[in-house]
């Protein structure tokens, strides 16, 4: 007869707290964490209090960066598939593993609030000291900006960004320039967009101009969109034109092909569809990181400028100046932003076929 009672579970369970058990300290290497604490003060015999928070803040970005490593490999891993369904559960987790990176930036971005609580004077306490070490030489963060897609030609500096750092270090953040970015892996999903088929028959209801060598529903959007103009805005459509109609694929320059572009912007405009809900939230995040990204960067500038005002940074560069170029030119999701410039009114968007409506899911099949 079969055994009902909870006796044969009892060799899975384990034993709760007590010797022998997983233990908190243990689980969590406490040992590690809680004794990796060597102010350099300390060493030098001239103890400085606000050392011990300097050491923990960095300790502590690092842990983050380290996670968000953990939820972008998985991201890039999900997004290499060849078919990855719009609609799909892995298409779920992506986006939600995107908001937690998002969720993360932002505890990043606040944590500098900590970081000012310390004062100028209590820094340099024990700020000579540190010299020649510096967050420059974090190679985790610049291995992360490699991940998400910024290349070494969009670097500030370009070389400089990898002076500092350890061969071995070098080494990997070469790796993830080398490996496919989430901009390029990006770029290759909206390419292959299901319901945005350029074979397709793409004949809108009323269309106003016809173009040769574009579907006729760009056909129509651009007529819109040229209409939108104000005057001072008219050389817009050139660049429209640059963007979306001359078909290039990616190149130094472009992250993101003409394909790519214009399947982006469709979900922007139609994101009321059920089927561009998720690719939406997507395309959303990534303007998330950006953003939270460029704060953390101009957050952690101004406490530089309050720190050490202009003098130079302990890792070496012109201290603010540098960081304020990294800043403005570091943008990972830059192309993506970009394509707000090219919305048109809601009301003046061209009318979907039928059997694209269908697709997208609003009418019942
Ligand atoms: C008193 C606080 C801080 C000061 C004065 C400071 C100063 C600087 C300076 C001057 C630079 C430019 C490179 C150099 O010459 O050193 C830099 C870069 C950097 N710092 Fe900080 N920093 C502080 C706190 C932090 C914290 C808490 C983090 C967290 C990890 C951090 C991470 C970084 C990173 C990642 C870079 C490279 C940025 C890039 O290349 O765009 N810093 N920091």
Same mark, same amino acid.
């Given at each position: 007869?079969?055994?009902?009672?909870?006796?044969?579970?009892?060799?899975?369970?384990?034993?709760?707290?007590?010797?022998?058990?997983?233990?908190?300290?243990?689980?969590?290497?406490?040992?590690?964490?809680?004794?990796?604490?060597?102010?350099?003060?300390?060493? +030098?015999?001239?103890?400085? %209090?606000?050392?011990?928070? /300097?050491?923990?803040? %960095?300790?502590?970005?690092?842990?983050?960066?380290?996670?968000?490593? +953990?939820?972008?490999?998985?991201?890039?891993?999900?997004?290499?598939?060849?078919?990855?369904?719009?609609? !799909?559960?892995?298409?779920?987790?992506?986006?939600?593993?995107?908001?937690?990176?998002?969720?993360?930036?932002?505890?990043?971005? %606040?944590?500098?609030?900590?970081?000012?609580?310390?004062?100028?004077?209590?820094?340099?306490?024990? *700020?000579?000291?540190? *010299?020649? #070490? !510096?967050?420059?030489?974090?190679?985790?963060?610049?291995?992360?900006?490699?991940?998400?897609?910024?290349?070494?030609?969009?670097?500030?500096?370009?070389?400089?960004?990898?002076?500092?750092?350890?061969?071995?270090?070098?080494?990997?953040?070469?790796? #993830?320039?080398?490996?496919?970015?989430?901009?390029?892996?990006?770029?290759?999903?909206?390419?292959?967009?299901?319901?945005?088929?350029?074979?397709?028959?793409?004949?809108?209801?009323?269309?106003?101009?016809?173009?040769?060598?574009?579907?006729?529903?760009? #056909?129509?959007?651009?007529?819109?969109?040229?209409?939108?103009?104000?005057?001072?805005?008219?050389?817009?459509?050139?660049?429209?034109?640059?963007?979306?109609?001359?078909?290039?694929?990616?190149?130094?320059?472009?992250?993101?092909?003409?394909?790519?572009?214009? #399947?982006?912007?469709?979900?922007?405009?139609?994101?009321?569809?059920?089927?561009?809900?998720?690719?939406?939230?997507?395309?959303?995040?990534?303007?998330?990181?950006?953003?939270?990204?460029?704060?953390?960067?101009?957050?952690?500038?101004?406490?530089?400028?309050?720190?050490?005002?202009?003098?130079?940074?302990?890792?070496?560069?012109?201290?603010?100046?540098?960081?304020?170029?990294?800043?403005?030119?570091?943008?990972?999701? @830059?192309?993506?932003?970009?394509?707000?410039? /090219?919305?048109?009114?809601? @009301?003046?968007?061209? /009318?979907?076929?039928?059997?694209?409506?269908?697709?997208?899911?609003?009418?019942?099949?």
């Amino acid at each position: 007869m079969k055994d009902l009672s909870n006796k044969s579970e009892d060799k899975h369970t384990p034993p709760v707290g007590g010797d022998g058990g997983l233990h908190y300290h243990d689980y969590l290497q406490l040992d590690k964490i809680l004794n990796s604490q060597f102010p350099e003060s300390d060493k +030098h015999g001239l103890s400085a %209090h606000d050392e011990m928070l /300097f050491i923990v803040i %960095h300790q502590a970005y690092e842990l983050w960066f380290k996670q968000l490593h +953990h939820e972008t490999d998985s991201i890039l891993k999900i997004m290499s598939k060849p078919a990855l369904n719009d609609n !799909s559960p892995e298409l779920q987790t992506v986006v939600h593993r995107l908001n937690r990176v998002v969720t993360i930036l932002r505890v990043l971005v %606040h944590q500098i609030d900590i970081m000012e609580t310390m004062t100028p004077m209590d820094f340099l306490d024990f *700020r000579d000291m540190l *010299r020649p #070490a !510096s967050g420059f030489q974090s190679w985790q963060f610049k291995e992360l900006e490699a991940k998400l897609g910024l290349k070494f030609q969009h670097r500030h500096g370009k070389e400089y960004y990898t002076s500092q750092l350890r061969q071995e270090h070098i080494d990997v953040v070469k790796k #993830a320039e080398l490996d496919k970015s989430l901009l390029e892996l990006l770029n290759n999903w909206l390419e292959r967009m299901p319901f945005f088929n350029e074979e397709d028959n793409w004949k809108t209801f009323s269309v106003h101009t016809r173009m040769e060598h574009v579907p006729s529903f760009w #056909a129509e959007y651009r007529y819109q969109y040229q209409n939108s103009l104000a005057d001072v805005e008219k050389d817009n459509i050139d660049a429209f034109d640059e963007i979306f109609i001359k078909d290039y694929p990616i190149n130094q320059e472009k992250s993101l092909s003409s394909i790519a572009s214009r #399947a982006a912007l469709f979900i922007m405009l139609y994101r009321g569809y059920p089927m561009l809900q998720l690719p939406f939230q997507l395309l959303n995040a990534l303007l998330e990181i950006d953003e939270q990204l460029s704060s953390w960067r101009y957050r952690h500038m101004n406490m530089v400028h309050r720190m050490i005002g202009t003098r130079i940074g302990t890792g070496g560069s012109s201290g603010k100046d540098y960081l304020k170029a990294a800043a403005d030119k570091h943008y990972i999701f @830059r192309e993506i932003a970009q394509l707000n410039s /090219f919305l048109i009114e809601r @009301r003046k968007l061209p /009318f979907l076929p039928p059997e694209v409506e269908k697709r997208l899911g609003f009418v019942a099949a």
